[in-house]
Nanobody, 126 residues
Framework: QVRLVESGGGLVQSGDSLELSCAAS???????????MGWYRQVPGSQLELVAL???????KYADSVKGRFSIYRDFDKKTVDLVMNSLKPEDTDVYYC?????????????????WGRGTQVTVSS
C-alpha cells in the first residue's frame, strides 16, 4: 500500500504560477522505487486527463494543452514528484491527482500496483 500526499493547490489568477507537490510513502517505511509518477486532472463529471508523467530513464510526457507551460520534476531518492505550472489559464481549473505506478518496496520485488492521491484543487480565475 502506497500513500500519496499532495499539496500546493489553491486559487490564483490567470497568468499566475503554482507548484504542486506529491510525496509517496508506505506504512512499512520501505519504498525502494516507483517506476512512474505523474499528475492527472479532472473536472467533476468528466474524464481524467493526463497532465504529465515521468518514468525513470525516459523524457517526461505532457498533455498538449500544457506543453511549454507546465514542468514535471521527480526526486527519485525522496519519492516525490512536483508539477510547476506557469501561465495558468482558467481552463486549467481542475482537481489534480498524483499517481504512482510500478511500486517496489524492496529491490527484489517486481514493480506492481497503481496508486492515487486524494487530489488537490487548482482554481484559476480570469
Amino acid at each position: 500500500q502506497v500513500r500519496l500526499v499532495e499539496s500546493g493547490g489553491g486559487l490564483v489568477q490567470s497568468g499566475d504560477s503554482l507548484e504542486l507537490s506529491c510525496a509517496a510513502s508506505t506504512p512499512s517505511g520501505r519504498l525502494f522505487d516507483i517506476e512512474i509518477m505523474g499528475w492527472y486532472r479532472q473536472v467533476p463529471g468528466s474524464q481524467l486527463e493526463l497532465v504529465a508523467l515521468i518514468r525513470r530513464g525516459d523524457p517526461a510526457k505532457y498533455a498538449d494543452s500544457v506543453k511549454g507551460r507546465f514542468s514535471i520534476y521527480r526526486d527519485f531518492d525522496k519519492k516525490t514528484v512536483d508539477l510547476v505550472m506557469n501561465s495558468l489559464k482558467p481552463e486549467d481549473t481542475d482537481v489534480y491527482y498524483c499517481t504512482a505506478t510500478g511500486i517496489r518496496e524492496r529491490a527484489v520485488d517486481p514493480p506492481d500496483g497503481e496508486y492515487w492521491g486524494r487530489g488537490t484543487q487548482v482554481t484559476v480565475s480570469s
